[in-house]
C-alpha cells in the first residue's frame, strides 16, 4: 500500500511527527503484511497549494529506485492531505488519475473549504462538528469523522491518537454502530478497508 502524504502550511515537524504515528499505527496493527511505503510531499509554504509540484512530486517517486518497486502509476494510492494541502492533493489526485493512475481513497484532515467530488472514495476528517457540517456541503464520502470535544486545527495533525471523536456516515447523516473512537482509529479503520479491497 503507498500512501502520500500531503501536508498544510505549518512547521514541518508536525508532518513528521503524523508520519510516525502512522508508521506506529500501521506496525501495530494486521493492516499490512509488507511495510507501509509512506511518502511526504517535502513542498512547503504555498507549494502545499500546487497540484503540478504534489504530481511532480509523485513521477520523480515513481522514477526513483527506492520507491519504483511499490509505487508504479498503476499501483492503487492512498492520499491523506492536511488544511491548505487538501486544495493541492485533490488536484494531483484528479491529474494522477487523468495519467492512468489508480486513486484508492483520498483523506481531507480539516480541508475547509475546499469542494472534493470524485470517482474516487472521499473521506474527510474534521477538528469540530461545525468544520465537519459546513465542509460536508462541499462534498464528502460516507464515512466521515469529526472531533467531539473539538480541538484546535493543528491537533487532527499533530496527535491524532489524543482527539477523540465521532464516526458519521454523511451520505445519511447516522453514526454507525461504533459512533465514537480516536482520529488514528478512525483513520486505521479507513487504511484496514483499502488494504483488504
Not at 7 to 16: N, T
Not at 109 to 132: C, Q
Request: net charge neutral.
Amino acid at each position: 500500500m503507498s500512501i502520500i502524504i500531503c501536508p498544510g502550511i505549518h512547521q514541518p515537524d508536525l508532518s513528521e511527527s503524523f508520519r510516525v504515528e502512522l508508521l506506529d499505527l500501521i506496525s501495530h496493527s494486521s493492516v499490512s503484511q509488507k511495510p507501509a511505503n509512506i511518502l511526504v510531499y517535502p513542498g512547503q509554504d504555498f507549494l502545499v497549494l500546487s497540484a503540478f509540484h504534489i504530481l511532480q512530486f509523485l513521477r520523480v517517486s515513481v522514477d526513483h529506485p527506492r520507491y519504483r518497486k511499490s509505487l508504479q502509476l498503476k499501483s492503487p494510492i492512498i492520499f491523506i492531505s492536511f488544511s491548505a494541502g487538501v486544495i493541492g492533493a485533490i488536484g494531483a489526485a484528479y491529474l494522477w488519475q487523468l495519467l492512468g493512475g489508480h486513486v484508492k481513497a483520498f483523506i481531507a484532515i480539516d480541508g475547509w473549504g475546499v469542494p472534493l467530488e470524485a470517482n474516487f472514495p472521499i473521506h474527510r476528517m474534521s477538528h469540530d462538528y461545525f468544520t465537519h457540517w459546513s465542509s460536508c456541503l462541499l462534498g464528502s464520502g460516507q464515512d466521515n469523522f469529526y472531533a467531539q470535544p473539538a480541538v484546535d486545527h493543528l491537533s487532527m495533525w499533530k496527535s491524532p491518537q489524543t482527539v477523540q471523536g465521532c464516526w458519521v456516515d454523511s451520505s445519511i447523516g447516522i453514526f454507525p454502530p461504533k459512533g465514537h473512537l480516536t482520529a488514528s482509529e478512525f483513520l486505521l479503520m479507513l487504511l484496514k478497508r483499502y488494504e483488504a479491497n
